[in-house]
Nanobody, 116 residues
């Protein structure tokens, strides 16, 4: 059974940082693009970032470019989202997913709340 498990969410003040992790089990994703999405209350789920299998290419939503960094550790079957300079509008449930763009698998989500 394939599982994606996010961790690292929490409550942080505006301007602060958090690092999310997504640990996969049940299969390896080292040959696939993987991604992060988020969903704020009352809004549709939106793309945040994606990363190529080697980690050499990364892609970001304009709203997070320059503040968030996606990375991965294929040996650990895990990928990460480093979030800096957080803003209240970054408040959402963050989901990891893959393989991108089909996104056959999703994590359960982790709440990120940014206070002003």
């Amino acid at each position: 059974q394939v599982q994606l498990v996010e961790s690292g969410g929490g409550l942080v003040q505006a301007g602060g940082s958090l690092r999310l992790s997504c640990a996969a089990s049940g299969r390896t994703f080292r040959s696939y693009h993987m991604a992060w999405f988020r969903q704020a209350p009352g809004k549709e789920r939106e793309f945040v970032a994606a990363i190529s299998p080697s980690g050499g290419s990364t892609y970001y939503a304009d709203s997070v470019k320059g503040r968030f960094t996606i990375s991965r550790d294929n040996a650990k079957n895990t990928w990460y989202l480093q979030m800096n300079s957080l803003k209240p509008e970054d408040t959402a449930v963050y989901y990891c997913a893959g393989p991108y763009p089909a996104n056959d698998y999703w994590g359960q989500g982790t709440q990120v709340t940014v206070s002003s």
